[in-house]
């Protein structure tokens, strides 16, 4: 798509009835969805920015950012082969895993998707959200906003109002895809990235999807917007493994909201990583629907200077005999911030609910960085298994003199420590090339400065 | 080897070790023996760099190098190793992922994977240890005996000039000592040292000491051969207390 025919409006000034009437118009899209738009303009507009004086946001300052005010839309070149993609994302490419299927959104647009043929003949699909909404714009109507609604919240309205590029996967009925399907996120432009994911996987069905952000911006370069909405529909028995990476570039600021529904015997394992952005907001909504759903939730963050990485997460329990273990694990160092803010809600009749939700944080250094950690039950059950618990520590230095005691250099043996710590939630990940990805950044984390510092 | 003069070492606030003096050659298995309480452990960690310990007076040289500006890695390097009472346990981290850190970082050399896994099947084997055992997170779920073991496969895999043993004996049945007792002779011979802290002489059967010295209230209060061993054991600590301790010293 070329520059040229973006309307001006698009690509000037922030976000307003008229911009979002002209994204709507330049995508070509059903009047039905033009009309959900605007409707979630309004409900933007009319939702009042939140403060820290709401319980959801206590802790996390927002107050002087205005989101509508990002340029909201930015094209990217079409391009019809990888090697033509910008070269930093043929390297997060060539360094992620292995996949049968990848999507990329660079900047406002998809520009590249490529499915195995085998796949496709399986009735596979993985497209730009635009083109599903004429490929398929049955699934796509029936789905999309389903989990994450205009009203969820004021930046859930925005995504609704203004998303643009975005993807869809839809895994038919009883199809098994082996290698997993990738999608990168790549913003080299000031300005907002507003992506929507849609999955849906069929009855029988399973997949593995993973999501990743990255930019190469810096804290010197004016501050980026990433608002993002993630809806994953998991049918009968069906097995989905959800990933988010978040790996944004230092001006970023990243918002983004991830449900899932999983029906009766449905199998969701989500792992949400944030090591990115300047401040990253994070939801993470399980919804186990119907009875012998399971949900594994895992979380792994690292956060360094002045980052604030916030994650609220929901295991909701809406049906008895449904299971749903979370272990969120973090590490914090200098002057950065992380919230977890966890609850497990039972519902009326969810009997035989089994639910554990667990953070950890560790602190490296004695720098002046703040774990918050909030786990919270809200049960209506009486015959439930439900635990939760919460702990934040420093690198333990009786630990670190054994290991030193074996000529292993301060720095190193807290990078044992570290890795340690993060394998309880890695060793779960039966994905090679990403947990390979994840090591090389936690190192690079550790390494920042450490070591001239406790020097 | 290994000299301690007038060894001093506090801890918040309180003197554990009050003028210690100690000299271990090359080639030699020094017992240090004492009731609870006598400052042995204090000893043992002090001589590997804990850092909760203060030393308020005193030297320790290792081969003529001042040890007490070095950090515990760097003590490492020069050959000392320290088989400690309680082990930390450390999440997340394998027995084998750990031993190839270490052993790689005291060499200041990387092995091949082969060369290690081979190094490590042969000690594995020295300590009558499963190889599965490598797998597991460093001392976590681990049995008294398990972790003692561990440390002495450690204690292999390192080689060290100078291995100081704290209480690796404690909570050992027979055969679990004979195993650890089998892991040091492994490395006896002219260029190992050793210091041996216990409370009992019952490992001293097996390692066999060439000096054995009385600790009490922060002191070695008095030294000889393997035969004190035996006059300890069959006198106990009240005789060494009528006859060396506060009230009798000046």
């Known amino acids: 798509m070329s520059a040229n025919s973006v309307p001006e409006v698009l690509r000037d000034g922030g976000v307003s009835a008229e911009m979002v009437k002209a994204l709507s118009s330049f995508k070509d899209e059903p009047a039905w969805l033009t009309e959900k738009r605007l409707e979630a303009w309004q409900t933007f507009e009319r939702l009042p920015m939140p403060t820290m004086r709401d319980e959801d946001w206590r802790y996390t300052d927002i107050s002087d950012i205005s989101v509508e005010d990002f340029v909201p839309y930015t094209p990217s070149p079409d391009v019809t082969s990888e090697s033509d993609l910008p070269e930093a994302v043929q390297k997060l490419i060539r360094e992620g895993e292995e996949n049968s299927a990848l999507i990329v959104q660079h900047n406002s647009e998809t520009s590249y998707a490529r499915v195995e043929e085998e796949l496709r003949e399986k009735g596979v699909v993985l497209t730009d959200l635009h083109a599903a909404l004429t490929e398929h714009e049955e699934i796509v109507r029936k789905h999309l906003f389903g989990l994450v609604p205009e009203d969820y919240d004021k930046f859930a309205a925005l995504s609704a109002a203004a998303f643009s590029g975005g993807s869809f996967l839809y895994v038919p009925r009883g199809v098994e895809v082996e290698v997993p399907i990738q999608s990168y996120r790549w913003l080299d432009a000031t300005g907002s990235i507003m992506p929507r994911t849609l999955v849906v996987v069929e009855e029988g069905a399973s997949v593995t999807y993973i999501d990743e952000y990255a930019s190469p911006g810096t804290e010197e370069d004016d501050l980026a917007f990433s608002n993002g909405a993630v809806e994953l529909f998991v049918g009968e028995g069906a097995r989905l493994r959800y990933v988010s990476l978040q790996n944004w570039g230092r001006n970023v600021l990243h918002f983004n909201t991830i449900r899932s529904s999983a029906k009766k015997d449905a199998t969701i394992n989500s792992l949400v990583v944030s090591l990115g952005s300047e401040l990253s907001r994070t939801n993470v909504d399980a919804g186990l629907a119907e009875p012998g759903s399971d949900s594994e939730m895992l979380g792994l963050y690292f956060a360094d200077s002045n980052q604030v990485l916030d994650h609220h997460t929901l295991q909701d329990h809406l049906a008895p005999n449904a299971h749903s273990d979370l272990l969120y694990k973090g590490a914090l160092r200098d002057e950065s911030l992380a919230v977890f803010s966890g609850l497990i809600r039972v519902e009326p009749g969810a009997q035989k609910t089994d639910a554990y939700q667990t953070n950890r944080n560790l602190i490296l250094g004695t720098d002046d960085a703040m774990a918050v950690s909030l786990p919270r039950l809200e049960i209506q059950a009486d015959d439930v298994k439900c635990s939760h618990g919460s702990t934040t520590g420093q690198v333990d230095e009786v630990e670190l003199f054994y290991l030193m005691s074996r000529g292993i250099p301060r720095v190193e043996a807290e990078k044992l420590v570290v890795f340690g710590f993060f394998g309880e939630v890695t060793s779960r990940i039966p994905l090679k090339g990403l947990k390979e990805k994840l090591d090389r950044a936690i190192e690079g984390k550790i390494g920042l400065g450490f070591e001239e510092r406790v020097a | ?250």
């Open chain 2, 1 to 250: 080897m290994l000299k301690i003069e007038n060894l001093h070492v506090e801890i918040d606030g309180n003197e554990i070790v009050k003028g210690l003096d100690l000299e271990v050659g090359k080639g030699e298995i020094h017992a240090i023996m004492g009731p609870n309480g006598s400052g042995k452990s204090t000893l043992a960690n002090v001589l590997m760099g804990h850092p909760r310990y203060e030393i308020t007076d005193g030297s320790i040289t290792f081969e003529g190098e001042d040890v007490l500006e070095l950090e515990p890695d760097e003590r490492a390097k020069m050959g000392m190793f320290l088989a400690f009472q309680y082990p930390s346990e450390v999440p997340g981290v394998s027995v084998a992922n750990f031993l190839r850190t270490a052993v790689n970082s005291v060499r200041e050399e990387e092995l091949s994977p082969m060369e290690m896994y081979r190094l490590l099947q042969e000690k594995m084997r020295v300590m009558q240890m499963d190889v599965k055992f490598a797998e597991r997170y460093l001392n976590e779920g681990f049995s008294g005996g398990e972790k003692k073991r561990n440390e002495i496969l450690q204690m292999l895999m390192l080689d060290p000039k100078l291995a100081i043993m704290d209480e690796t004996d404690s909570g050992l049945d027979i055969d679990a000592l004979q195993i650890v007792a089998k892991g040091v002779n492994e490395l006896r011979g002219p260029e190992f040292s050793a210091v041996i802290i216990t409370h009992y002489q019952r490992i001293l059967r097996y390692i066999e000491p060439d000096r054995v010295h009385v600790m009490l209230d922060g002191r070695l209060v008095t030294s000889g051969g393997k035969e004190l061993a035996d006059q300890l054991e069959e006198k106990g600590y009240d005789w060494v207390r009528q006859e060396f301790g506060a009230g009798t010293q000046s």
